[in-house]
């Protein structure tokens, strides 16, 4: 069996969601240093607070910006990938 090609937008999609999920774990360790980093230097006055403010935001933003970025790098890649197997021949691979 030879991987010909890649249905570039489903390969898109694809990476966005995985990305989003990795963004979301991320978002999660963000927040939840940034909480417990604000706590340690003086709670939640100033900076700080912002900190830990953006901390919590980071679960939202965090997963949206990784799937937008997932998203355009699975799109250059399927096309990338598409090219490149025109050239090459595909790749070939054993599925059992």
Partial sequence: MVLRRFGVLSLGKFMAVLYAIIGLIFGVLFA??????GGMVGGDSGA???LGGFGLLSIV??????????????LIGGLLFNLTAK???GI?????
């Fill in 32 to 37: 939840l240093v940034s909480l417990i980093g």
């Fill in 61 to 74: 933003i965090f997963p949206v910006l990784y799937a937008i970025i997932g998203f355009i790098a699975g």
């Fill in 48 to 50: 700080m607070g912002m």
């Fill in 92 to 96: 070939e691979m054993d599925l059992s």
């Fill in 87 to 89: 050239v090459s021949g």
